[in-house]
């Protein structure tokens, strides 16, 4: 038996290359969350995309809970960390803290055991497919197409998504000419996805759907607000696209409700969100019981091992932003040339690394 004998956290605050924004937020820079957990001086290492107080919430809460349990026994830690948060509530900051402990912990098992996290868990397919995803409504013209050619002309990825819904759905002119000239700069033979980040109302989506459809767009995220399952049902009922949610998803009675109400063709996940590898195993268990495939919401390197093993996989978001900064702050990162990527077996765990020194410039908690 291996008793986890540490469990810190630190918060990593990153600038954005460019200002950042969607169909309803903005921003500048984007807060990892990096949880790690000792055992045997061996050490795992897992993360979120949150606020630093996610970085708090684990040292104040969640690390005794952790602290002392046999490392291999996740379940047990797992049920024993939402058992803990029960009173901070799942969605939000203590569901982010308990996703990057969980991935830390598998991180760790698999390191113990001296073997990979795709090899722990299994394979359905050695690569994962990915799309290209940024786009941001921020964006000029000229960046936009920079993003695009890049992604499509260079590394041969060959789906890609834009943000629209730009300012609460006010500006959807703008969205469908950002949306003609992405189609223009891909070419007729790349898929074209578009997310709205629930911008629209439900009429105007369908509306919006109908005016891109001569740009042949393939998917149509968070059309509206995912907490609107009646109106994703409904643009899904009367648009070609498929339609997808399920990024804020923090526990399988989320996706369940999801999934029952038939409001998606693509169910998300986020594993940094949803409870961590094991959260996300459950989601893709609730998808494929309701004839859904899954796909993977941004933290791309962190999803890869999951991705690989998960048999109703559609793909994986290459999130921009994200992207970035797991290049940036880790060692491992993944090659997505050719619009694939191979989950890391030559290395123990997850096979990512944390560059202290390039981290520490970044630190805030």
């Known amino acids: 038996m291996s008793r986890i004998e540490r469990v810190t956290a630190a918060a990593y605050r990153v600038p954005t290359d460019r200002p950042e924004g969607d169909g309803t937020l903005a921003w500048d820079a984007t807060t990892l969350v990096v949880a790690l957990v000792d055992a045997e001086g061996v050490m795992g290492t897992g993360w979120t995309y949150a606020p630093a107080a996610a970085a708090a919430f684990i040292g104040d809460a969640l690390a005794e809970v952790v602290t002392g349990a046999d490392a291999l026994a996740i379940p047990s830690i797992w049920a024993a960390l939402t058992r803990r948060v029960r009173n901070a509530g ?45 786009g941001f409504t921020t964006y000029p013209d000229e960046a936009t197409v920079a993003q695009l ?106 996706f369940t409700r999801m999934c029952r109400a038939e409001a998606v063709d693509c169910l ?17 268990a609730v998808a494929a019981g309701h004839n859904l495939q899954v796909s993977a919401h941004c933290a791309p390197n962190l999803h890869l091992p999951a991705a690989a093993a998960t048999p109703n996989l559609r793909h994986i978001e290459w999130f921009h932003d994200h992207q970035r900064i797991e290049a940036e702050l880790f060692d491992g990162a993944a090659d997505p040339t050719g619009g694939q990527a191979r989950p890391n077996t030559g290395a123990p765990g997850h096979g990512l690394t944390l560059r202290t020194e390039a981290a520490r410039a970044y630190r805030t908690a």
């Open 90 to 134: 799942r969605p939000g900051i203590a569901g982010y803290a308990v996703s990057a402990v969980d991935v830390a912990l598998w991180d760790l098992k698999a390191r113990l055991l001296g073997t990979s996290l795709a090899e722990l868990f299994g394979t359905a397919r050695e690569r994962v497919p990915l799309y290209g995803s940024g």
């Open 149 to 254: 050619t890049r992604w499509v002309h260079e590394l041969g990825i060959p789906r890609v998504k834009i943000k629209i819904g730009e300012s609460y759905g006010t500006r959807a002119d703008r969205d469908l000419h950002r949306v003609a000239l992405a189609r223009r700069v891909i070419g007729d033979d790349t898929e074209l996805y578009v997310d709205a980040n629930g911008g629209y109302t439900a009429k105007q989506a369908v509306r919006q759907a109908e005016r891109m459809r001569e740009h042949e767009v393939r998917w149509f995220e968070e059309p509206v607000s995912s907490d609107d399952l009646a109106g994703l049902r409904l643009v899904r009922s009367l648009v070609t696209a498929d339609v997808a949610a399920g990024e804020y998803g923090s526990d399988v009675a989320y």
């Open 268 to 284: 998300q996940a986020d594993a940094t969100r949803c409870g961590g590898y094991t959260g996300w195993f459950a989601a893709a």
